[in-house]
């Protein structure tokens, strides 16, 4: 039999092959799902999957670091999932673990919203446990899809948008302009934080007025040449610089250093990077960044990983669970030069930080305990 | 052209001075052609930089000036590679993954906040070879295997990214600490930024190597008709070889300038260049059919696109709007620069 005879008879065999998975699956997908729920899983048959959009952002990274730190206490292996930005490359790799045998718990920090209703019904119908964090469609309810999507997860933008403000206002003076510049314009993250800044401006600081607001996609350098546009629009009456991460201000910082206003200006955002941390530590430009926000990803993960294998294990039954810990919002403190200290302890000892963890329970374990349930709703004039 | 190579047949009587006559009308018209597409281009470019100075007169001020002008410095540099390989018919997208790898491999070799050693002059060498080597990967490649240019540089560019990420590994973001490097690019030089000055002498070298080298007008032969070229004796793998070393090497010292100009890096430096370049160099009326552009032409392409995306922000465009018009004004802008040339484009169907 000649070569090419050959390859298209592997081609068709390939074929037929994966035609009856299709099938295959499908059954799964009717029948899997209600199963799997009411049977508790032994630990032993567990995998953690750990999914994040890439492996190089230092939230991203942290939260596979929390991922780990969870796995290692328990005793359960770890697959991390780098989506490398991509939703399809997410999907597809989640996919490819589930076929893989093992009953998986999953922790997804989703690249797009639209991500969360392929991810979760490929979990259920593959008999595992998903928490999302961060992004989902705000119909795409745990409660209606049933055991397997165990919980949505994320921190208040809204609150995180405030506590920049306030800060940032304060340091002006409560007057003066300022420029913000939110990440990817779609985000749910991004606009929740912008309202957020809106919504204190209006009601605590009306002389503080907002100059303009570039949307600068959570990247650096867009943020830097936005920043250097901005500062020949609007030379010193800018006062105070918002952005919705502490990657954007990186680049907005670079930008106004080099017009020589690093120390004129102030700025405040989200995150609490290392880079910013040593910023802080330092006094650069005269104490220039003057408020952020502490949240952790290796506290998100691990939270979102040990609620959906305390569902896996059958501690606990999502269905009997209220909405907030279904649909939750968790705390989000303000952190200021002053109180920056207070929250350095933490990253020296993740490990011990999930010790607590697993002792108190997802909902209860400062400095992240469980605070409202969502979804996060915005009001229209803050849009 | 054509009718004017072909031998007269039989006993055909050809007036020479009506072939002379002819021959200089279209010598003309060809000089005409040749310089009516950039004349144009900066035609619209006066016209986008009046009407933005007119709604915001901060607009046309030095410190604006100085500003599009370092924001333009980056795609020029490697507008400059990306002509010559469009010039010779092909393409070259591997521009964002070199600039990674090229970029993240200098912070870690130079001064940073991760610690480790300063490896001074070698920070630039290294990065600079391995934008080298990826390039000469693509046209060897390209070449000797004679896989396409478009999927070889589309490979060399993941291949480019990965080398990014596992070198960045997961350790914290670092960031350059020696601040003669993180203020070079922006630091204003007899009035414009140092990296500007650098950009502006690769077009010059660039234009000078095109206009008056073997290697330049050889760019254009092979992109005109390869095989006639190859015919000709001409060494065309080894002119490929060397345009793709260029433009790779062009990418590696703009993965350099970016990571100065942040201060530090990540794998996702180049993110957004390749397409902010391309059409740059497209609208300056290099074709990509190849044989036919040059350089300064995609100098005056990049500053029209970096004075829109300025001038939009300056008058106060709304972001939702922002894209959209910048497409618009870029249609309208590049069909009244081709106007007079509309006869005799190149269409790549």
Redesign the interface.
């Given at each position: 039999m000649s070569l090419r005879k050959t390859f298209a008879r592997a081609t068709r065999v390939a074929g037929i092959a994966a035609a009856v998975s299709l099938f295959a699956l499908a059954g799964c997908t009717s029948t899997a799902g209600g199963a799997s729920s009411s049977q508790p899983l032994k630990k032993e048959d567990l995998v953690f999957v750990c999914s994040v959009i890439?492996?190089?952002?230092?939230y991203f990274?942290a939260n596979?670091e929390g991922c780990q730190s969870l796995g290692k206490k328990l005793g359960i292996p770890v697959e991390v999932v780098d989506s490398n930005g991509s939703s399809q490359t997410e999907i597809s790799k989640i996919q490819a673990i589930l076929a893989g045998g093992k009953k998986a718990v999953v922790f997804v920090n989703t690249v797009a919203s639209s991500d969360a209703p392929t991810i979760v019904n490929a979990v259920k119908a593959a008999g595992g446990f998903v928490t999302i964090w961060w992004n989902k469609p705000d119909n795409l309810d745990p409660a209606e899809v049933g055991n397997n999507f165990v919980a949505f997860q994320k921190h208040s933008g809204i609150d995180s948008g405030k506590c920049t403000t306030e800060a940032l206002s304060k340091a002006i003076g409560e007057k003066g302009g300022i420029i913000a510049l939110p990440g990817v314009?779609d985000s749910t993250t991004s606009a929740t934080r912008v309202a957020g800044l809106k919504e204190a401006l209006a009601t605590e600081f009306p002389n503080v007025e907002l100059l303009?607001?570039?949307?600068s996609n959570w990247?650096?350098?867009?943020a830097?040449?936005?920043a250097?546009?901005?500062?020949?629009?609007y030379?010193d009456q800018i006062k105070g610089v918002w952005t919705a991460d502490d990657?954007m201000q990186?680049?907005a910082m670079?930008a106004f250093?080099?017009a020589g206003l690093l120390d004129k200006v102030k700025f405040v955002s989200d995150g609490l990077?290392?880079?910013t941390i040593?910023s802080m530590k330092k006094h650069e430009g005269n104490d220039a960044i003057v408020g952020e926000t502490f949240h952790r990803g290796y506290m998100a993960s691990a939270i979102g990983l040990y609620t959906a294998y305390l569902a896996a294990i059958g501690e606990i039954d999502p269905s009997t669970l209220p909405h907030e810990k279904r649909d939750s919002m968790f705390k989000i403190s303000c952190v200021t030069p002053d109180n920056l200290d207070e929250f350095l302890k933490w990253d020296n000892d993740v490990d011990g930080w999930v010790d607590q963890l697993i002792e108190k329970g997802p909902w209860d374990t400062e400095p992240v305990p469980l605070v409202a349930g969502g979804p996060e709703v915005i009001k229209p004039e803050y849009k | 052209m054509t009718n004017t190579l072909a031998k007269p047949t039989g006993n055909v009587s050809v007036d020479t001075s009506e072939l002379s006559s002819a021959g200089l009308t279209r010598t003309r018209r060809n000089i005409l052609s040749g310089i009516g597409e950039p004349v144009a281009l900066l035609g619209a470019l006066v016209v986008l930089i009046a009407i933005f100075s007119a709604l915001?007169p901060?607009?046309a001020?030095i410190?604006?000036l100085q500003?599009v002008l370092?924001?333009a410095s980056l795609p020029i540099i490697i507008g400059v590679g990306a002509t010559l390989v469009i010039l010779i018919g092909s393409i070259d997208l591997s521009v964002e993954g070199v600039m990674a790898a090229s970029g993240v491999a200098f912070v870690l070799m130079s001064a940073n906040?991760r610690g480790g050693q300063d490896m001074g002059i070698w920070a630039f060498i290294v990065p600079l070879a391995l934008g080298i080597v990826l390039g000469a990967a693509n046209g060897l490649i390209y070449t000797l295997l004679k896989v396409p240019s478009f999927i070889v540089t589309l490979g060399m560019w993941f291949i480019g990214f990965g080398i990014a990420?596992i070198l960045?590994g997961?350790d914290?973001?670092p960031?350059l600490t020696n601040e003669t490097l993180?203020?070079w690019a922006?630091k204003i030089e007899l009035g414009l930024p140092n990296v500007f000055w650098l950009a502006a002498a690769l077009v010059i070298v660039a234009a000078l190597v095109l206009r008056y080298t073997r290697f330049g007008r050889a760019a254009l032969a092979i992109g005109n008709n390869e095989d006639i070229a190859r015919a000709n004796g001409m060494p065309v793998r080894k002119h490929k070889v060397t345009t793709f070393i260029i433009a790779g090497a062009l990418s590696g010292l703009a993965g350099i300038l970016?990571t100065m100009?942040?201060?530090?890096t990540?794998?996702?430096?180049g993110?957004?260049y390749l397409f902010l370049t391309l059409p740059a160099v497209v609208i300056g009326g290099t074709a990509l059919s190849g044989g036919k552009g040059g350089v300064l032409r995609t100098f005056l392409g990049v500053i029209l696109l970096t004075v829109l995306?300025?001038g939009l922000?300056?008058a106060?465009v709304s972001?939702?709007f922002q894209s959209a018009l910048s497409g618009a004004i870029l249609v309208v802008a590049i069909v009244a620069a081709a106007w007079s040339q509309r006869g005799r484009l190149r269409i790549a169907k």
């Open positions: 890439n492996t190089t952002n230092p990274a596979i314009q303009d607001v570039r949307p990247d650096p350098q867009l830097y040449k936005n250097k546009d901005l500062i020949a629009k030379g990657g990186i680049g670079q250093s080099e990077y290392p880079p040593e | 915001n901060r607009f001020t410190t604006n500003n370092n924001q906040t990420t960045y997961t914290a973001y960031e993180t203020q922006a970016a100009q942040m201060g530090g990540s794998n996702h430096i993110e957004g995306n300025n922000v300056l106060g972001p939702n």
